[in-house]
T-cell receptor
Framework: NAGVMQNPRHLVRRRGQEARLRCSPM?????VYWYRQLPEEGLKFMVY????????ESGMPKERFSAEFPKEGPSILRIQQVVRGDSAAYFC?????????????FGQGTRLTVV | DQQVKQNSPSLSVQEGRISILNCDYT??????FLWYKKYPAEGPTFLIS???IKDKNEDGRFTVFLNKSAKHLSLHIVPSQPGDSAVYFC????????????WGAGTKLIIKP
């Protein structure tokens, strides 16, 4: 049973380009969460998705960022017109559901560097 | 506004001794707390959790204590081993917020041989 798979592991983009980060949840998990970690900081919640639905996007910047979790295929976090401040580690987590006694399983992250 | 705080950025402990990592929170509505461990270039891995109805949970060398009146929790590792060297994140959640995890900034634990 493969864990949460994120790709690419490392992504370099020039300012103004688009970044696409992919996350395949663990088998049987229908809940996906995206987090961002800036240097020397903890993880910051961005968005919570279920299949074909965005449940909570309160942590997503209002512009340039979008996320989807289609019926088929991985969840995608898309950042348009990247800026230097978008450089961070982006982690995806999945769970069958989230509640007491349920933890989220994390992928290894995608390190985005904007040059 | 940081709802979950880990005030020690790093902690150094001798191998074999007890490691105590601390976490404070401000929101009394949190009802579930978790500790995650993170190695460099890897995602966080779940370590141990505690519900707000309990004050202690133990799993092998790891024990989490919750003091609700002080809004404080701690993770004890006994005895500390070199493989415990990692960054430890405290996280909290609320049932009425879909159990969305709110994270502390992490504490880097270094176990000295």
């Amino acid at each position: 049973n493969a864990g949460v798979m994120q790709n690419p592991r490392h992504l370099v983009r020039r300012r103004g380009q688009e970044a696409r980060l992919r996350c395949s949840p663990m088998k049987g998990h229908s809940h996906v969460y995206w987090y961002r970690q800036l240097p020397e900081e903890g993880l910051k919640f961005m968005v919570y998705l279920q299949k074909e639905n965005i449940i909570d996007e309160s942590g997503m910047p209002k512009e340039r960022f979008s996320a989807e979790f289609p019926k088929e295929g991985p969840s995608i976090l898309r950042i348009q017109q990247v800026v230097r401040g978008d450089s961070a580690a982006y982690f995806c987590a999945s769970s069958p559901q989230l509640g007491e006694n349920t933890e989220a399983f994390f992928g290894q992250g995608t390190r985005l560097t904007v040059v | 506004d940081q709802q979950v705080k880990q005030n020690s950025p790093s902690l150094s402990v001798q191998e074999g001794r007890i490691s105590i990592l601390n976490c404070d929170y401000t929101n009394s509505m949190f009802d579930y707390f978790l500790w995650y461990k993170k190695y460099p270039a890897e995602g966080p891995t779940f370590l141990i959790s505690i519900s707000s109805i309990k004050d202690k949970n133990e799993d092998g060398r790891f024990t989490v204590f919750l003091n609700k009146s002080a809004k404080h929790l701690s993770l004890h590792i006994v005895p500390s081993q070199p493989g415990d060297s990692a960054v430890y994140f405290c996280a909290a959640s609320r049932m009425d917020s879909n159990y969305q995890l709110i994270w502390g900034a992490g504490t880097k634990l270094i176990i000295k041989p």
